[in-house]
């Protein structure tokens, strides 16, 4: 179940390429602004229904700290390497880095441990996620834009060890959610006001609306409350069923048409996700080892 929530996440996450597409033409960094700031704001009042937005216990400062530097991070450090070294690096080198940022990270904050069935599933899926987004494109690789997108993922597995920590000392997923993304948008509020007129028309706060409300609000809830019961590496690695989502759609809604190497790296990425998303079998104990033991 928690998998599962965490991928139902993922496939939100991969509508937001599509809604900014059909949207208006306005500045990313707008958008994601926006965006954390619609979400923040729902987020606060689902945790205020739920349980509460105090949670209970004493609130880690580093760790919300963390998470909110993680969420707005991302948002900057993704949309600048795009824009410096385009749409297919940038997102490889991203969504790529972070299932592995998030498991080393992990294990030297928290000494999460690692698995085999782990790093195979994630290189599995990073590499179908390479051939997913480098199919349809001519990338053009630039240093700044490579450390940017390398950023982008660092932040993303901070946000989630962060997040992880939070969870673990008996917050609510919805009061997690709400502290860390309300203090990503105070954060962007600079970023908000300089390209806030951007999204200053009504399909521009449509957008914003949407943006914040399925693949922030929502989506951030499902995945917080998987992410309490999965190591923030597997947690990472799930969320790649993003841009298999996203490809989908591009297919279905704005008549892509995926070349054979897009199909074969949307399976490798289903594959691993597949495999990692199994549940573990229990190896039988011998009866002779029990005897031996008794």
Do not use: N
């Not at 999204?199 to 609000?217: H, K, M």
């Amino acid at each position: 179940m928690p998998r599962l929530l965490v991928l139902l996440a993922a496939v939100l996450f991969g509508t937001t390429g599509t809604a900014q597409a059909l949207g208006p033409d306005a500045s990313p960094l707008a958008v994601g602004a926006a965006r954390i700031a619609v979400g923040a704001v729902l987020l606060w009042g689902a945790a205020w229904l739920v349980r509460g937005a105090a949670g209970g216990g004493r609130w880690s400062r580093g760790a919300l700290a963390a998470a909110a530097a993680g969420i707005a991070g991302y948002q900057l450090c993704f949309f600048a390497a795009v824009a410096d070294t385009g749409v297919a690096v940038g997102t490889v080198v991203a969504l790529g880095s972070a299932p592995a940022m998030s498991g080393l990270l992990a294990r030297a904050v928290d000494g999460t441990p690692l698995d085999r069935r782990w790093a195979a599933c994630t290189a599995l899926a990073t590499v179908g996620v390479l051939l997913l987004v480098l199919s349809g494109s001519e990338a053009e690789v630039s240093a700044p834009g490579i450390v940017l997108a390398l950023g982008a993922g660092l932040s993303y597995a901070g946000y989630t060890v962060a997040s992880k920590r939070l969870l673990a000392a008996g917050h609510a997923p919805e009061a997690v959610m709400a502290r860390g993304f309300g203090l990503a948008a105070v954060a962007l509020v600079p970023v908000l006001a300089a390209k806030g007129g951007d999204v200053a028309s009504v399909d521009g706060i449509a957008l914003a609306l949407y943006l914040g409300a399925v693949p922030t609000a929502l989506a951030y809830v499902l995945f917080a409350r998987g992410l309490r019961f999965l190591t923030p590496g597997e947690t990472a690695t799930l969320t790649l069923a993003e841009p298999v989502t996203a490809a989908a759609l591009g297919t279905v809604v704005l008549a892509e048409r995926p070349g054979a190497l897009a199909v074969a790296g949307a399976l490798l990425v289903l594959a691993g996700l597949a495999a990692l998303a199994a549940p573990r079998r229990e190896r039988p104990v011998r009866a002779d080892a029990v005897e031996a033991a008794a």
